[in-house]
């Protein structure tokens, strides 16, 4: 379960803490939309192959669909299916929030075999996805635009190689327009929010000073939803003097 317990940060901004999540009283998990979201991404992204399928599955069926390197897109592009086939429960007065699926980026170099998997170096980004796509439905809360999560309290690495360690949602940066969102049929509108990965520095940011500004920072600096694990980090100077 979320509380958020009129803590906020210093940019006014409310901050959930989880305590129990929630697995054995829900309902089996569903598909509903795993074709549409399926043509959806086929239309704005390109081919899905293969779909990167979860065998055993809790709350929500969570599946990511992998779009290979092509010269338009040169890289991998991931997006979670399942997300959306539960509502999650935003604040009071915003019915048309309640589902959404996640997309992030690899370099063409990435090691994307079941072999490779193996080595939380190569797997983690997955993972990050398909935590961050049942986080709502297992502590009945919200993700949304402008959400920052870190990776445990303390935040701590994703994996040795990087010093990555929150994620932040935002509007994907590397897709057309239309991609952002799917009507999936009378007051089910999917969007679609791209992870991107942070230091801990830019989420501290982010408390401090905001959304908008951490994202302008982003567009600065070119920073998008196609992972680097030693990219630039935005605040790591003058941290409280942007």
């Known amino acids: 379960m979320s509380q958020e317990d009129d803590a906020r940060s210093a940019s006014g901004d409310p901050i959930l803490r989880h305590d129990r999540a929630t697995t054995r009283s829900a309902p089996p998990?569903?598909?509903?939309?795993?074709?549409?979201?399926?043509?959806?991404?086929?239309?704005?992204?390109?081919?899905?192959?293969?779909?990167?399928?979860?065998?055993?599955?809790?709350?929500?069926?969570?599946?990511?669909?992998?779009?290979?390197?092509?010269p338009s897109r040169p890289y991998y592009t991931l997006v979670t299916s399942g997300m959306s086939d539960r509502p999650m429960r935003p604040p009071k007065g915003s019915p048309l929030l309640t589902?959404?699926?996640?997309?992030?980026?690899?370099?063409?170099?990435?090691?994307?075999?079941?072999?490779a998997f193996k080595d939380e170096r190569n797997y983690w980004p997955l993972r990050l996805l398909k935590d961050l796509a049942r986080l709502p439905h297992q502590?009945?809360?919200?993700l949304w635009e402008g959400h920052t999560i870190p990776n445990d309290d303390p935040p701590r690495a994703y994996s040795k190689d990087t010093r990555l360690c929150c994620a932040l949602l935002w509007r994907p940066q590397l897709a057309p327009?239309?991609?952002?969102?799917?009507?999936?049929?009378?007051?089910?509108?999917?969007?679609?929010?791209?992870?991107?990965?942070?230091?801990?520095?830019?989420?501290?940011?982010?408390?401090?000073?905001?959304?908008?500004?951490?994202?302008?920072?982003?567009?600065?600096?070119?920073?998008?939803?196609?992972?680097?694990?030693?990219?630039?980090?935005?605040?790591?100077?003058?941290?409280?003097?942007?």
């Open 29 to 70: 998990p569903t598909t509903q939309h795993t074709e549409l979201i399926a043509e959806h991404v086929s239309s704005h992204l390109g081919e899905i192959t293969p779909v990167f399928h979860e065998m055993v599955s809790d709350l929500i069926h969570l599946d990511i669909n992998i779009i290979q390197p092509s």
């Open 99 to 115: 589902r959404a699926e996640l997309t992030l980026c690899l370099p063409p170099e990435w090691q994307m075999s079941q072999e």
């Open 139 to 142: 502590y009945k809360t919200w």
């Open 177 to 242: 327009h239309g991609f952002f969102q799917l009507d999936a049929g009378p007051g089910k509108a999917i969007h679609f929010f791209a992870v991107i990965p942070l230091y801990r520095e830019e989420m501290d940011y982010k408390l401090t000073k905001g959304y908008e500004p951490l994202a302008e920072l982003f567009k600065a600096n070119s920073v998008t939803e196609l992972l680097s694990l030693r990219r630039v980090n935005v605040c790591q100077r003058s941290l409280f003097g942007r």
